[in-house]
């Protein structure tokens, strides 16, 4: 084994930190605590102490112990010590540090604290003791360290002797009979035999003692000992007791021990008998502590000695005190995540940032295999502190230095879809790079590179590192980047034809094509690829090489053109980037004839929505809430709702149970007069499509306290759509006033102008997307049929504050999941800002946007068969469990409402429904967490979500005989799920087979064995023994499970038609499906759209992104189970007799600019959206009107107003 020190290493407060919980008794043979070195996080099972651990009280043995004198470092040759022993197990543990070569011992100016390594030779294990050796890995210190554990001195049956309360009461009796008419004989209690062993110990190790023996009669001595100490002669003797028996008139005597002294306590091993009863002394006094602390009627007659820990001494041995501490840090507020990471680098979490950065250097410097998982440690430490500029600087220093920190490398595998190992070699990599960088966009491009670099680092390879940086140098590096299967031998035209394709709409590749091409020629001598050079590369994309690139093999004109939607849709999830985008614009042009034509008018039809890059999901929200009349009037007349704040700065209630700021309000309205801005755009724009401002997109993701961020003077942004100033309500009157200016000096000219550059729509990714949050304004095309709008002011433009500001919400839209997290931000932001109708019992604020969505629930708890109070609940939308097979929607809400554990022993809960709001919101997570590898994966199982659903079943206050029913279910369902669990564990196998026919099968072959023997003999290769009996025993037993599973079938059959017969007749409460929020992809990256419900005009309308198209095949919303179709991750259900009235999808009225030469907007009033108008009023369960759906409570008296009452608009007649 190696005496020298190697491997990570742990500083001295972690070794401290260990120490103090380490167990050597609970050890386990397998992993060690203290001694071994965690391993890296996520490669195995990381070091806790283990079950049953001791948790240890130490106290120091100042007679074994060489502390360091206090304010004084150390010097060489200098060696220390801390005995200490445990109040709690008694374990013996000596902390032993020296400095034999030591020049400049630490801590000094290079190193804050020891940091020391392992050194296995230096181990000791014997039977009574376990010692293990470290070394410091500062070559100006090397201090040795050695820590020993002994076990307890006196063994458990010695305690007992001295303890045993049965043996105390014999003694006593003893000695009463022996001499009835000694006074003052009274039973000794076990704290009096411990400390009267412990005296006369302490007086045999008393350097000026006077006593060195006692009579064997006396009193006291045999209460505690028997009659002359006999009774525990054997302890006494091992402790150096010697008894000396009566001689004439001399009585009998015990001879107090007489240990030597020990010379240098430095080199005592615990193995002289002044050790021993040190030792011996030190566990007394901690088992009368402990005998006193369990019995509180006994006397603790040491404790004015008390048990001082010995941390503070453990601590100045190591030399562990005093190390610098983060200062905002508690330790609880680290997260369990992070404590591996502090632990492989050696530290603890209470570490001061440069202290962090000490052990990150040490464990790099010792252990220099792992550089990049102990760079991944620093950055997860780092992320936690945000406010530590010095770690992330020594981040951001360490990548500079390229060095690739272990989850970036993973990334970047991931990233590139490379599965990561040795045994991919390089070429493969550049091809699968070169393969996907033409179907990227910028910013994405320049993140292949990067993970490509990253990749190039690790493995030390110079190609890929080329290949990030761009760098062609020879013919292979040119035939590589250009791919597509091009070889040296491919001709110059099929060359150039695949140039075409990788520069076709991606301007940052020509440079690198005409390097390539450069190569090549000069390689080939071509006549042609120089011609090619000398015209820079030009290039064009055709119908056919269009079809190429989004995957379709036909011609053009053997295609189905209906098909091609769907075939963009697949393209755009497949292969998302420009040079998709470019193909299906080409494809959509050669559809259209080049001249762009609707099919609806606009007065009839909803606009769409552009992306920016990957806010599909919202899209999708901005479409709902338009679709519902009575949000969308709150939005466009917000004014009437808001909170007026000069004269209510503050309120007291609460908006999701949060209290409220002032930058909160003022944010919210300020969210809310962006939202009403879009909202007029879709009514007024007579494009088929809209985009929404980048204001909004990011004032939904950040904080209202970072919307000042959007103020600034640089990079063009959004017009405003009513020509005004695009403000915050928390800005200075500075930014005002200099944007106010600067509007007014923009010339005529200049806001005539507006942006043509749109980004690629690419699909929304979760978590891991890329896609750029805010690209530039879409374009201002408009069908050739309708006049231009007015023109519009000139852009704003703003500063890098604003930069800053559209990263922040790009950050926080890529890690949006679902589409329930951005619906409760945004509901959030509305309510914030609006003034309360009053507050419920939980302070809640009450308004008329809540009330759209406002669910009661009560919470009933059953204990033995006997219900509680029912608890109220609220909520804006029920969220179900993640569907992992087919089920519907009242599968899903059954999970939900029915009786289940609550987490407390033997209480079970079930819910109903106490007030049901206009709309009924369902949400269907999708993603699952496996907790052993720590991965998530979506749920791809088919959600039946039918066009009427019927609530009674779940409203138990509406009709008295709902919840005797549901109880019925209860017990139906446990049945079923149990049957269902027996089915399963009969047919289901890892064959293609179900189980009754495999073993049939298994049988079959069994026979087959038998009939083979006779020609297995005959070829002399012998029999195979089979017993005759098992093939007819496995074809009975096939038969058996047959039956049972048939039987299982049957069960199954009737207890479902029970449960789905049980409330056919319920059917008051009805609910009508108005949208559905569809997901097509997995946890990585996808696609949201939307479909939408028009009562009005009975149709269903799909709402995908820019694109509004009636959508008549139902069954796909109804039943989707294709892939093709999505998967229903939020259904919305509108009460039926004010459906309508509730969702109304179309509200157009196209404005028409009346000449091109106006610079003025069209003042025509928004369509049904006058002041004066308001919500409907909205109508719910109410618990004290069972027989009907009545108005909550809470909103009575708000609106006198009727639900289809028609309006007048002008231009527009009524609708």
């Known amino acids: 084994m190696s005496q020298g020190a190697e491997g990570p290493g742990k500083t001295a407060p972690k070794l401290k930190h260990d120490f103090s919980l380490f167990d050597p008794i609970h050890c386990s043979s397998t992993s060690n605590y203290l001694a071994d070195f965690t391993p890296p996080h996520g490669e195995g099972r990381q070091l806790a102490p283990d079950l049953g651990s001791c948790k240890h009280e130490y106290t120091l043995k100042s007679m074994q112990s060489v502390l360091p004198p206090l304010d004084l470092r150390p010097d060489g040759g200098d060696e220390y010590r801390a005995a200490v022993v445990c109040k709690q197990c008694r374990i013996h543990a000596d902390v032993h540090i020296a400095f034999p070569h030591a020049t400049n011992p630490c801590p000094n100016s290079d190193y804050d604290v020891h940091h020391f390594q392992r050194t296995s030779g230096a181990d000791v294990r014997l039977s009574d003791k376990i010692a293990y050796g470290w070394q410091c890995s500062a070559p100006e210190c090397r201090a040795k360290l050695r820590?020993?554990?002994?076990?307890?001195?006196?063994?458990?049956?010695?305690?007992?002797?001295?303890?045993?309360?049965?043996?105390?009461?014999?003694?006593?009796?003893?000695?009463?009979?022996?001499?009835?008419?000694?006074?003052?004989?009274?039973?000794?209690?076990?704290?009096?035999?411990?400390?009267?062993?412990?005296?006369?110990?302490?007086?045999?190790?008393?350097?000026?003692?006077?006593?060195?023996?006692?009579?064997?009669?006396?009193?006291?001595?045999?209460?505690?000992?028997?009659?002359?100490?006999?009774?525990?002669?054997?302890?006494?003797?091992?402790?150096?007791?010697?008894?000396?028996?009566?001689?004439?008139?001399?009585?009998?005597?015990?001879?107090?021990?007489?240990?030597?002294?020990?010379?240098?306590?430095?080199?005592?091993?615990g193995s002289s008998f002044r050790e021993l009863l040190e030792d011996c002394e030190a566990e007394l006094l901690a088992l009368i502590y402990k005998l006193a602390a369990d019995n509180p009627s006994l006397v603790n007659p040491a404790a004015a000695e008390g048990w001082p820990l010995a941390d503070r001494d453990v601590e100045r041995v190591l030399a562990a005190q005093g190390y610098t501490r983060c200062a905002s840090l508690r330790r609880a507020q680290v997260s369990n995540e992070e404590f591996p990471y502090y632990a492989s680098l050696g530290a603890l979490p209470d570490f001061g940032d440069k202290l962090v950065e000490f052990c990150f250097d040490r464990q790099c410097s010792c252990d220099p295999q792992r550089r990049s998982y102990y760079l991944e440690c620093l950055q997860v430490i780092a992320d936690s502190r945000t406010n530590s500029e010095s770690l992330q600087l020594k981040v951001a220093t360490m990548?500079?230095?390229?060095?690739?920190?272990?989850r970036d490398l993973s990334a970047a595998y991931r990233y590139l879809d490379i599965e990561q190992g040795d045994h991919v070699d390089d070429e493969r990599i550049v091809n699968l790079f070169h393969s996907r960088q033409s179907d990227l966009g910028k910013h994405a491009q320049e993140e292949a590179r990067q993970a490509l670099y990253k990749i190039g680092l690790s493995r030390g390879s110079q190609r890929l590192i080329n290949a990030s940086k761009q760098t062609l140098e020879t013919y292979d590096d040119a035939l590589t980047w250009l791919g597509n299967g091009v070889t040296k031998d491919t001709p110059d035209e099929s060359l150039l034809a695949v140039v075409a394709t990788k520069t076709t709409d991606n301007a940052g590749n020509m440079e690198m094509a005409q390097q390539a091409v450069s190569v090549i020629a000069r390689e080939r001598k071509s006549d042609a690829l120089n011609g090619w050079l000398l015209k820079d590369g030009e290039n064009t994309m055709g119908v056919e090489e269009a079809l190429r690139i989004i995957g379709v093999e036909d011609e053009w004109d053997n295609i189905d053109k209906t098909v091609l939607p769907m075939m963009f849709d697949g393209a755009r999830i497949d292969r998302p980037g420009e040079q998709t985008e470019k193909a299906i614009k080409t494809l959509e042009q050669a559809l259209a004839?080049?001249?762009?034509?609707?099919?609806?008018?606009?007065?009839?039809?909803?606009?769409?929505?552009?992306?920016?890059?990957?806010?599909?999901?919202?899209?999708?929200?901005?479409?709902?809430?338009?679709?519902?009349?009575?949000?969308?009037?709150?939005?466009?007349?917000?004014?009437?709702?808001k909170l007026d704040t000069a004269v209510r700065?503050?309120?007291?209630?609460?908006?999701?149970?949060?209290?409220?700021?002032?930058?909160?309000?003022?944010?919210?309205?300020?969210?809310?007069?962006?939202?009403?801005?879009?909202?007029?755009?879709?009514?007024?724009?007579?494009?088929?499509?809209?985009?929404?401002?980048?204001?909004?997109?990011?004032?939904?993701?950040?904080?209202?306290?970072?919307?000042?961020?959007?103020?600034?003077?640089?990079?063009?942004?959004?017009?405003?759509?009513?020509?005004?100033?695009?403000?915050?309500?928390?800005?200075?009157?500075?930014?005002?006033?200099?944007?106010?200016?600067?509007?007014?000096?923009?010339?005529?000219?200049?806001?005539?102008?507006?942006?043509?550059?749109?980004?690629?729509?690419?699909?929304?990714?979760?978590?891991?997307?890329?896609?750029?949050?805010?690209?530039?304004?879409?374009?201002?095309?408009?069908?050739?049929?309708?006049?231009?709008?007015?023109?519009?002011?000139?852009?704003?433009?703003?500063?890098?504050?604003?930069?800053?500001?559209?990263?922040?919400?790009?950050?926080?839209?890529?890690?949006?999941?679902?589409?329930?997290?951005?619906?409760?931000?945004?509901?959030?932001?509305?309510?914030?800002?609006?003034?309360?109708?009053?507050?419920?019992?939980?302070?809640?604020?009450?308004?008329?946007?809540?009330?759209?969505?406002?669910?009661?629930?009560?919470?009933?708890?059953?204990?033995?068969?006997?219900?509680?109070?029912?608890?109220?609940?609220?909520?804006?939308?029920?969220?179900?469990?993640?569907?992992?097979?087919?089920?519907?929607?009242?599968?899903?809400?059954?999970?939900?409402?029915?009786?289940?554990?609550?987490?407390?022993?033997?209480?079970?809960?079930?819910?109903?429904?106490?007030?049901?709001?206009?709309?009924?919101?369902?949400?269907?997570?999708?993603?699952?967490?496996?907790?052993?590898?720590?991965?998530?994966?979506?749920?791809?199982?088919?959600?039946?979500?039918?066009?009427?659903?019927?609530?009674?079943?779940?409203?138990?206050?509406?009709?008295?005989?709902?919840?005797?029913?549901?109880?019925?279910?209860?017990?139906?369902?446990?049945?079923l799920h149990a049957l269902r669990k027996e089915q399963q564990s009969l047919t289901k196998t890892s064959l293609d087979l179900d189980g009754p026919t495999a073993v049939s099968e298994s049988a079959k072959y069994l026979s087959a064995v038998n009939e083979s023997n006779a020609d297995l003999e005959a070829l002399g290769l012998g029999a195979i023994s089979v017993d005759a009996h098992l093939p007819d025993a496995l074809s009975e037993d096939a038969l058996e499970q047959r039956q049972k599973v048939a039987a299982l079938d049957k069960q199954i059959g009737e207890l479902e038609s029970r449960l789905r017969g049980n409330f056919d007749e319920m059917k008051n409460i009805k609910y009508r499906l108005a949208a559905v929020f569809i997901h097509r992809g997995n946890t990585g990256h996808g696609h949201y759209w939307l479909y939408i419900h028009d009562f009005e005009n009975d149709i269903w309308r799909s709402y995908n992104d820019e694109r509004v198209e009636e959508f008549t095949k139902l069954n796909e919303i109804y039943e989707a189970n294709d892939w093709n179709h999505g998967t229903p991750t939020y259904a919305v259900y509108v009460i039926d007799k004010h459906k309508a009235d509730i969702i109304s999808p179309v509200c157009r009225v196209p404005e028409k600019a009346p000449s091109t030469q106006s610079n003025g907007w069209q003042t025509d009033e928004v369509m049904g959206d006058g002041a004066d108008d308001g919500p409907p009023p909205l109508e719910s369960v109410d618990p004290e009107q069972p027989a009907q759906i009545g108005v909550d409570p809470t909103m009575r008296g708000e609106s006198n107003g009727e639900w289809d009452r028609q309006r007048h608009v002008a231009g527009n007649g009524t609708w």
């Open 147 to 269: 820590i020993t554990f002994r076990l307890p001195r006196l063994q458990p049956a010695e305690k007992d002797l001295l303890t045993n309360t049965e043996y105390l009461k014999q003694r006593y009796e003893a000695l009463m009979k022996g001499d009835p008419n000694r006074e003052g004989l009274r039973q000794a209690t076990p704290v009096d035999a411990l400390n009267r062993l412990r005296r006369y110990i302490r007086d045999s190790l008393a350097a000026d003692r006077t006593r060195t023996s006692f009579p064997a009669n006396n009193k006291r001595f045999q209460e505690a000992f028997g009659l002359c100490g006999m009774d525990c002669y054997g302890l006494l003797q091992k402790l150096g007791f010697t008894y000396v028996g009566a001689k004439g008139d001399e009585m009998a005597q015990w001879c107090l021990p007489n240990p030597t002294t020990i010379g240098n306590r430095l080199q005592a091993d």
């Open 399 to 406: 990548a500079s230095q390229d060095l690739v920190s272990r």
């Open 593 to 641: 004839g080049n001249i762009p034509t609707s099919k609806h008018s606009p007065e009839t039809w909803p606009v769409g929505l552009t992306s920016h890059g990957n806010t599909c999901y919202l899209n999708s929200l901005l479409q709902y809430y338009f679709s519902i009349k009575p949000l969308r009037d709150i939005v466009l007349n917000y004014e009437e709702y």
């Open 649 to 975: 700065a503050r309120k007291e209630e609460r908006v999701g149970q949060r209290v409220i700021s002032e930058t909160e309000i003022s944010g919210g309205q300020r969210f809310a007069e962006d939202l009403k801005e879009l909202f007029e755009r879709m009514i007024k724009d007579p494009a088929e499509h809209v985009k929404p401002s980048e204001d909004l997109v990011c004032r939904t993701f950040l904080e209202p306290a970072e919307y000042a961020l959007l103020n600034g003077k640089e990079v063009t942004a959004a017009p405003s759509v009513n020509g005004s100033a695009d403000t915050s309500a928390i800005d200075d009157i500075a930014e005002l006033s200099a944007l106010a200016n600067s509007t007014e000096q923009r010339s005529t000219a200049d806001s005539n102008q507006q942006a043509a550059v749109d980004d690629s729509d690419t699909d929304f990714k979760m978590d891991e997307g890329v896609a750029t949050l805010t690209p530039p304004a879409s374009p201002t095309e408009q069908p050739s049929d309708l006049p231009p709008l007015p023109p519009r002011p000139a852009p704003r433009r703003f500063s890098t504050a604003r930069e800053v500001a559209l990263e922040k919400a790009q950050e926080k839209a890529r890690h949006q999941q679902d589409v329930t997290e951005a619906h409760d931000l945004i509901m959030f932001r509305l309510r914030a800002g609006m003034t309360p109708h009053g507050r419920d019992s939980r302070g809640e604020q009450i308004d008329s946007l809540a009330q759209l969505f406002k669910i009661t629930l009560a919470s009933t708890s059953v204990k033995d068969g006997e219900a509680s109070e029912p608890n109220p609940e609220f909520d804006s939308s029920i969220t179900t469990s993640v569907p992992n097979a087919t089920t519907d929607i009242y599968n899903l809400l059954d999970g939900v409402f029915d009786l289940q554990p609550s987490g407390s022993a033997g209480v079970e809960v079930y819910k109903s429904l106490t007030t049901i709001p206009p709309l009924f919101q369902v949400n269907i997570p999708r993603i699952n967490w496996d907790k052993s590898s720590g991965t998530t994966s979506k749920s791809e199982a088919c959600v039946k979500v039918p066009d009427e659903l019927y609530l009674d079943r779940y409203c138990d206050s509406v009709n008295e005989k709902v919840l005797p029913r549901r109880k019925a279910c209860w017990g139906w369902r446990r049945q």
